[in-house]
């Protein structure tokens, strides 16, 4: 009986070390499927953004193409389709205020066009981007949404200009729009005294 007990009590050393072999191999498949779900959904965003590039390029100069396959090997899809909005703002901004520009669909547009603006055609841009209307909406742009399109145009202009295909860099000659922080608001001696007051008396609190 006591042999019995013995070995009743005697721990399964070899049953434990499965029990964690099995924790292991569950945590590690586990870690496998969850970095292959990140894979699958960052390469369906990947396709995704790809798809509504290619949309956005379609209503764009057919040049644009060139500039966005020369910057392929050094951008995401997701930034490029940033550029493709950005830089077909830019073009309907053209469209609908230069009278040139206005006389052809902008896909007509040339490359010469480039060539066509001076800095104050960029700096009138900025301007407009702060407050415009299109299809019903109205858009608004602070320094931080200006300062993202110009980089954009710059990084655009400065394609073309490297390879001598323009003569001129006009957006480069524009200074990007410096991003000003939100002011802090402080209370003065007299309101923080009465904030006192009612956390005091919890009077006014909810």
Do not use: W
């Not at 009986?1 to 945590?27: C, I």
């Not at 669909?105 to 702060?130: C, G, H, K, N, Q």
């Not at 655009?156 to 480069?172: D, G, L, Q, R, W």
């Amino acid at each position: 009986d006591q042999q019995r007990n013995a070995r009743r009590q005697r721990p399964n050393v070899y049953g434990g070390a499965k029990s964690s072999d099995r924790l292991e191999t569950n945590n590690m498949n586990n870690n496998i499927n969850n970095k292959n779900n990140n894979q699958n959904y960052h390469d369906q965003q990947n396709i995704h953004n790809v798809q509504k590039m290619r949309a956005v390029l379609e209503t764009l100069p057919p040049f644009c193409r060139q500039f966005f396959r020369g910057i392929t090997e050094y951008t995401s899809a997701r930034t490029r389709l940033a550029y493709a909005y950005d830089i077909r703002t830019f073009f309907e901004y053209l469209h609908d205020s230069n009278p040139q520009c206005a006389k052809m669909e902008i896909t007509a547009f040339p490359l010469s066009v480039l060539d066509m603006l001076a800095r104050e055609d960029i700096e009138e841009y900025l301007e407009y981007l702060s407050y415009y209307e299109k299809d019903g909406k109205i858009y608004t742009n602070d320094e931080r949404g200006k300062k993202r399109k110009l980089a954009s145009l710059r990084s655009f202009y400065s394609y073309f200009f490297k390879a001598e295909m323009i003569t001129k860099n006009p957006a480069v000659l524009v200074p990007l729009p410096k991003l000003h922080e939100k002011e802090i608001v402080r209370l003065d001696a007299d309101e923080v005294a009465v904030l006192l007051d009612q956390v005091e008396e919890g009077a006014n609190l909810t």
